[in-house]
């Protein structure tokens, strides 16, 4: 066996000046900088929504109808410019969205994480284990790939009716097995290598060798794959939530308020669908951006 | 062998404009090729001898350009034309025989489809038509039964026999030259044998001319009528092989020699030339073997001509290995 | 051939047995249908002899039993809405769906794949980079969202076509078609395109590395140097090997815009089977549901036997047997 075999995968200094190239080569696209960087705009607005936010939408004592409806920049019986206008019930439509954003990315983010750990648990067992165990679980993996995702959604929330924690179900039940997939690819590839069979030749714990030598080799395509994912399980959810089996009206994401606004557009306040609809392509956008770039930046066929 | 060439190249420089500089890949190389002769190009990776071949070919692909010096080809000069016509002269009046078979070929294309596109490119002909000449081509380079490998696809085909096949789409339009890159390296020792012997028959049967791209000078030493050694882009000596292989004049083809492994005695050390290639993007100025030359002098310094050292032999020297000595 | 039809077939049975499993599990033990049948006011006895007719007393198993000797005999129940069988109901809508389906479907091929093959061809060029860009957009613009702005411009703010329903239909072989009237010809254009934005993005994208990744290949550069004219190259030489691939991503992709066709139709008030099952989710309606979902997955299922088929006839490298080496 060869003097390299026992070499661990990378230390943390190496990983610390991995990760500086990685953010450089990443920052070489202005495209994927520029989506990073209004990504991390979005989140901090998200975040901080109620300190940014002109005014609490779900306040009722706050709320007159008598400013329903009105058109961007209007000023309301308050005196407070509307910059985008108020929806139906008279709620400054910038705090809606904002509001909105707040819940939709944490949506998104959340029915990722959990997918992600399901899947990777799930994708490392099967590469791990094998057998049995590993066609079980990719038979469930290719049942669930065979469906499209909307429909896998539309059954359980059929099932399940309507509600937050459901709609979240739904999201992680159509993500899991994208993650489960990729994790199990590369552990298998990695599987195979010396240094396992060497860590495994020490008597390393199965725990160990899964967390510190199969998991950090899965990390970089599971990086593409959960851009592409929480882009997806965002806009899934804002579909779901406009047919009006997802999100229930009390926790209004950015597809209810395009939805709620679908009623006033034939009738010309066209704005109270399509602000929520801009500042959800704009997350879209910069998601995306991003795992264009990553995905370049992880494929080696190619790199120049 | 008629003494009018088919093909002459005069000069030839191409260069590769890349972010960390200009790479002269192919600087002025001369040569002239007659009807029924081969003429091999060796040279280690980089050398820059599959670029002289495509430099001919005016298949170059950016950022790689020719920017100087002539190709004739039967009095047409093909550097001086735009690619419509250059496109008419691909395939038909000069054609290219690839490495590797296993990828030159359209996995998803019948045999019988690639000869009809490679024939139907330069004339008017039916795929019945096609499939006529297709056989008799397969034929010719010694695939048994080839009517029935024309429905087969590539992958049905055995490594030798996709190179032979390859071979004859490439000869099909009977051209008068044809540039074959390395066309044995992926194949089995034994079959590079037959191979070989095909090409050598079929150069001598149709007195076709060509140039025989390759890194492995035993192959050239069986197979080739005369040899230009490549390093750093040029070509440091041109000669009949015979005479080169007896008596190196370039010190860089003398190491060549001496770093094969036949002749050497058992369990003795095989000669290396010390040093590495060259980069390309930064030659030494002058002979830009001189770095690694056990020779080299002030006069080095100075790019030496590409000067007549015997009856019909060049080398790029200022100090030629002593003639009819063989004390190298 | 023969046998590698069956064993997909088989398997094809396999899952429809295991969703149906799954669907009605789900569907009907999960919740309780007794109390969308019923009055909530009815008392204990209605609601036992109702429990009883329904079979809804008996053992899980022995329901399902009787479900799938049902199903197999085309009862997939009676809808509590419209009150006539539920599989004569989405066969009914079905047609109306699947026109959308494939026209948006051909409309993805038709866009897709020519731009795709500029933007692979000539990548440097400001219109390929455009074209990449693009499908960025389309990528990211969320179906239902575009839906909505393709009726706020076309529909009401430049009023050149209609935005609601099928428009004039004719009736062939008793199935109402929109594509053979000029007005059922515009009422399609609107709910199509928005069914095919994502997927027109999505063949851009493919077809653009599939060339890329075919063009660096030595078959390529072989039939340059032999002079083959670029045109041929690229519909003979390129075209064909990115096919193969795309017939698969084709097939697949058509499943899921019948599945999605649920979003544009609840948009377009298109008489759909997609817009019949959210107004069922909505109503509680479940043998509607079941029936939708069955149907669904039959589709799917067919859908993959076939893209298998088509992929063995199209790539000769996965032709089964035949190879005489």
């Known amino acids: ?304 | 062998m008629s003494a009018v060439p088919v093909l002459d190249v005069s000069s030839l420089t191409t260069v590769f404009e890349l972010k960390a500089g200009a790479a002269r890949s192919v600087n002025d190389v001369s040569f002239s090729l007659r009807r029924g002769e081969i003429l091999g190009i060796v040279g280690e990776s980089g050398s820059g001898k599959s670029v002289t071949g495509l430099s001919i070919m005016g298949l170059v692909a950016p950022p790689g350009r020719v920017v100087s010096g002539e190709v004739r080809m039967n009095g047409t000069v093909l550097t001086g034309l735009d690619e419509a016509q250059l496109r008419k002269k691909r395939g038909r009046d000069i054609a290219m025989i690839f490495q590797d078979p296993m990828t030159t070929l359209n996995p998803v294309l019948t045999i019988a489809r690639q000869f009809y596109e490679v024939l139907r490119a330069h004339r008017p002909v039916t795929m019945r038509e096609a499939r006529e000449i297709a056989a008799a081509a397969m034929a010719e380079v010694g695939i048994s039964a080839p009517r029935e490998r024309l429905d087969a696809y590539p992958h049905q085909l055995s490594g030798g026999m996709r190179q032979r096949v390859c071979i004859a789409i490439s000869l099909v339009n009977e051209p008068s030259v044809i540039i074959a890159d390395e066309p044995t390296t992926a194949l089995d020792v034994t079959i590079q044998a037959q191979i070989l012997a095909m090409i050598q028959r079929i150069v001598r049967e149709r007195q076709v001319a060509m140039i025989f791209i390759t890194h492995d000078l035993s192959v050239v030493a069986g197979l080739c009528d005369r040899v230009g050694v490549m390093y750093g882009g040029r070509i440091v000596e041109l000669g009949p092989v015979d005479e080169i292989l007896a008596d190196p004049a370039h010190p860089y083809t003398v190491g060549l020699l001496a770093s094969i492994p036949g002749d050497a005695p058992a369990r003795s050390r095989l000669f290396q030339i010390p040093g590495t290639q060259p980069s390309p993007l930064d030659l030494p100025s002058g002979c830009s073997f001189r770095t690694r030359c056990t020779k080299a002098a002030a006069l080095c310094e100075t790019a030496p001509p590409f000067a007549p050292v015997a009856d019909g032999r060049q080398a790029r020297c200022h100090f030629p290995q002593n003639r009819g000595g063989h004390d190298a | 051939m023969i046998a590698f039809l069956i064993q997909r077939l088989l398997q094809g049975a396999a899952v429809v047995a295991a969703m149906s499993l799954i669907v009605f599990i789900g569907v009907y033990a999960i919740g309780d249908p007794v109390e969308i049948l019923i009055n909530p006011d009815a008392d204990q006895a209605t609601r036992e002899a109702v429990t009883q007719m329904l079979g809804l007393d008996q053992p899980l198993w022995v329901q399902y039993w009787r479900f799938v000797q049902a199903a197999l005999q085309g009862d997939l129940g009676t809808s509590f809405v419209f009150n006539i069988p539920a599989g004569e109901l989405i066969l009914e809508r079905m047609p109306a769906t699947l026109e959308l389906a494939v026209t948006a479907t051909l409309m993805a091929i038709l866009i897709g794949i020519p731009l795709g093959l500029i933007a692979g061809l000539d990548q440097e060029r400001w219109y390929a980079k455009s074209i990449l860009a693009g499908s960025i957009l389309g990528f990211s613009l969320p179906t239902f969202w575009v839906g909505l702005i393709l009726i706020l411009t076309f529909g009401v703010w430049l009023n050149w076509l209609p935005v609601f329903g099928r428009g004039e239909t004719v009736s062939v072989f008793g199935i109402e078609w929109s594509f053979l009237t000029l007005d059922g010809l515009a009422h399609l254009v609107l709910p199509a395109t928005n069914l095919a934005l994502f997927k027109i993005a999505l063949f851009i994208r493919l077809t653009r590395a599939g060339v890329r990744e075919v063009l660096p290949q030595d078959f390529i550069r072989y039939a340059n140097a032999m002079g083959i004219h670029p045109a041929r190259v690229v519909s003979r030489h390129v075209l064909k090997n990115i096919m193969i691939p795309l017939v698969t991503v084709i097939g697949i992709e058509f499943g899921s815009v019948v599945a999605f066709a649920v979003v544009t139709e609840s948009i377009f008030n298109w008489p759909g089977m997609g817009k019949l099952i959210i107004e069922s989710i909505n109503r509680l309606d479940r043998p509607v549901i079941v029936a939708y979902l069955m149907v669904i997955v039959v589709m799917f299922v067919i859908i993959n036997v076939v893209v298998d088929l088509l992929y063995a006839v199209l790539d000769p490298r996965v032709r089964l047997g035949g190879s005489n080496r």
């Open chain 1, 1 to 304: 066996m060869s003097d390299t075999a026992f070499i661990a995968p990378p230390r943390r200094a190496v990983r610390l000046r991995a990760l500086a190239a990685f953010g450089a080569a990443f920052a070489e696209s202005p495209a994927a900088l520029a989506g990073a960087l209004v990504f991390v705009a979005l989140v901090l607005a998200a975040v901080f929504a109620p300190l940014i936010a002109p005014q609490n939408p779900y306040d009722l004592a706050k709320l007159s109808i008598l400013d329903a409806r009105l058109p961007p920049g209007s000023v309301a019986m308050s005196g407070y410019t509307h910059i985008l206008g108020t929806d139906g019930l008279g709620r400054d439509l910038f705090s809606a969205i904002l509001y909105g954003l707040r819940i939709s990315l944490m949506v998104g983010a959340l029915s990722a994480f959990v997918a992600l750990i399901i899947g990777t648990v799930l994708g490392l067992t099967a590469a791990y284990v094998g057998g049995r165990i590993d066609s079980a679980i990719m038979r469930l993996v290719d049942l669930q790939m065979s469906f499209p995702a909307i429909l896998i959604a539309l059954i359980l929330l059929a099932i399940l009716g309507r509600g937050a924690d459901k709609t979240m179900i739904a999201l992680i039940a159509v993500q899991w097995a994208y993650y489960a997939r990729t994790v199990r690819a590369s552990a298998l590839v990695e599987r195979e290598r010396e240094y396992i069979e060497a860590a495994q030749g020490l008597r390393l714990g199965h725990v160990r060798i899964l967390m510190r030598h199969l998991l950090p080799n899965c990390i970089a395509p599971l990086l593409v794959v959960v851009t592409v994912q929480m882009a997806h399980a965002i806009t899934l959810e804002a579909t779901l939530s406009f047919l009006g089996v997802g999100l229930p009206e009390t926790q209004p994401s950015l597809g209810l308020l395009i939805a709620n606004g679908y009623q006033y557009m034939l009738g010309g306040s066209y704005w109270i669908s399509i602000y929520p609809g801009v500042a959800l392509l704009i997350v879209m956008v910069a998601i995306n951006l991003m795992g264009d770039r990553l995905r370049d930046l992880f494929n080696p066929a190619l790199k120049r």
